[in-house]
């Protein structure tokens, strides 16, 4: 069993994170991720200004962690709030299989 951490933008997915059975989910692996994806933009963005993007997610402890805030902090990016009552924030139209 795996879990499958997404990010997309408004057109299309952009980095797939897979996180094997027994791998711990903490702040230090989602800066991992987080810093994946910011290579990931400056490659296929080379001439857009990376401080312009907006991310969002939801309140699990390693993306609220003060050791995460500060990595995005230094990434400049902006963090949107995410609702309290969400359960139609995200109702993906990706097709991951």
């Not at 951490?5 to 059975?21: K, S």
Request: a negative charge.
């Amino acid at each position: 069993m795996v879990m499958i951490t997404i990010f997309w933008d408004c057109a299309r997915v952009t980095l797939e994170d897979v996180i094997l059975r027994g791998e711990t989910v903490n702040s230090d692996a989602y800066i991992t991720t987080v810093t994946e994806l910011r290579n990931h933009f400056k490659q296929v963005w080379p001439h857009k200004n990376l401080t312009e993007i907006l991310l969002q997610h939801d309140n699990a402890r390693p993306h609220l962690s003060l050791k995460t805030l500060e990595a995005i902090i230094k990434f400049g990016w902006t963090m949107l709030p995410y609702p309290l009552d969400s359960s139609n924030l995200a109702p993906s139209d990706f097709h991951i299989l």
